[in-house]
């Protein structure tokens, strides 16, 4: 059972898809093709949503009318905003559409995310035209395509910028770090055409989608720096067996005096692995929370689960670490721990995306040897903890609320890792803690 975040898309890798040109004109059978795809999706949700009565809202109604909207559409960039829209309003951070891949890769060359209340650049890929054009990590975003990023809509903005329509250029609106007036940036985005078809007769075809899901895995998952008794571990995501946070507990962390455990920008993943992991930190077996999905769908129902490591569990001093990009199994494992009182929370409110999905991949065949790949990621389940309240749309409030400022990215300043530091009892300087997880800040192109 999944965590699937809405903001990192990962499970596109697991699919083999056939793309379609987000400018396509639409004639009558493309239109037809998203109708059944469309048809298909509302099934699936009709089949497994959590909630029956799909939280008040009329299924078929929402769906006949997105059908209508379908017959006005001009391209099928617009097709696939139709449909995904229709699942967006259901306002549910695990719902959403996965729309068959494009033609051509589109690489903007940096990333932003929510600190605090406003938006920030976080890196910046060099010798990309953002870094051309003087795009630099503390940067504030007050416009994005005009439009202006919130905590509550980010997501939408990279959903639909990202998945949905990305473009060859992007318009911004930015605020240096001491400036006192912004600035306006068109950065061109990098384009790559891919092929249009992927024929798995083909060897050649199936030897370079291999090679690329192998790059795909091989991409690190964690980093460790340990100083003294204390063991820094930066985890990057819970998508991952559960015996790789095995390993590293009982490996790198169990001995030491200290942990902390850096979840910051982990979207989520694996349940088992959220169990696995917590398991490490208690010395008896725990409910982490409670599931609650359709009555007759008895495993979706089934609480979420420690069991102890009894004597070979971590017993010292703990700190976590999360941000507005920590989702899913990163906040139910932060306010877990903050319930129970095993450890302290430091950071920034946490993107409060909680429910529990499973992915619905779809295949069409639109001719012969051509088939089109799509897929919806379907909420089965709501997540309760201990104080019998769900944090969907709500987050994790830290115990401390520690927030970089824009001179703090710029210089690559982390006050937050020196604040765990220090309540462990080791001195360093948000500058010296910038420094400890430098790889991890490397640009990859995902």
């Not at 406003?118 to 994005?144: H, M």
């Not at 009182?341 to 992915?359: E, I, N, P, T, Y």
Request: glycine share 6%; aromatic share 10%.
């Amino acid at each position: 059972m999944n965590y699937l975040p809405r903001i990192f898309l990962v499970m596109i890798a697991v699919f083999v898809f056939a793309p379609v040109a987000s400018s396509q004109t639409m004639d009558r059978i493309a239109r037809d093709h998203f109708k059944e795809m469309l048809t298909n999706i509302r099934d699936a949700i009709k089949k497994n949503y959590y909630d029956s009565n799909y939280r008040g809202i009329d299924l078929n109604a929402r769906f006949k009318k997105a059908e209508e909207r379908l017959t006005e559409v001009s391209t099928a960039a617009q097709a696939n905003a139709v449909i995904a829209q229709v699942l967006v309003d259901f306002n549910d951070s695990h719902l959403y559409y996965l729309p068959p891949a494009m033609t051509v890769d589109v690489v903007y060359g940096f990333r932003m995310q929510m600190v605090g209340d406003r938006a920030f650049v976080t890196s910046v890929k060099p010798k990309s035209d953002a870094e051309k054009k003087g795009l630099k990590p503390g940067d504030q975003i007050l416009s994005f395509e005009g439009f202006k990023p919130s905590r509550k809509e980010l997501w939408k903005v990279n959903y639909f910028y990202y998945t949905l329509s990305p473009r060859g250029k992007l318009r911004l609106n930015v605020l240096k770090p001491g400036a006192t007036s912004p600035a306006d940036l068109e950065i061109i985005a990098k384009t790559e055409n891919k092929r249009r078809v992927l024929n798995l007769t083909n060897t050649f075809d199936v030897n370079e989608y291999v090679r690329e899901s192998e790059d795909f895995a091989a991409r690190d998952v964690y980093y460790i720096v340990t100083a003294g008794d204390t063991v820094m571990w930066k985890m990057l995501t819970f998508a991952v067996d559960p015996t790789m946070a095995a390993d590293v507990m009982d490996a790198k962390v169990k001995k030491a005096q200290n942990l902390i455990l850096d979840l910051r920008g982990n979207g989520g993943g694996y349940v088992k692995t959220l169990e696995e992991l917590a398991g490490w930190f208690f010395d008896k077996d725990m409910k982490i929370a409670d599931r609650k999905g359709r009555p007759e769908k008895k495993k979706e129902n089934e609480p979420m689960l420690l069991k102890s490591k009894g004597k070979n569990a971590f017993s010292g001093k703990l700190v976590v670490l999360i941000d507005h990009e920590s989702g899913s199994a990163s906040e139910i494992f932060a306010r877990f721990i903050q319930l129970e009182k095993r450890g302290v929370v430091l950071g920034d409110v946490s993107a409060g995306a909680v429910m529990q999905s499973m992915s619905h991949p779809f295949k069409m065949t639109t001719g012969i040897d051509r088939e089109i790949y799509y897929g919806a990621s379907i909420t089965n389940a709501d997540v309760l903890m201990s104080d019998g309240k769900s944090i969907e749309h709500v987050g994790v409030t830290p115990d401390e609320m520690i927030i970089p400022t824009p001179e703090d990215m710029a210089a690559g300043r982390d006050p937050v890792l020196a604040r765990a530091l220090e309540i462990i009892g080791v001195k360093a300087t948000p500058a010296e803690a910038g420094k400890f997880f430098e790889k991890a800040k490397q640009w990859e192109d995902n």
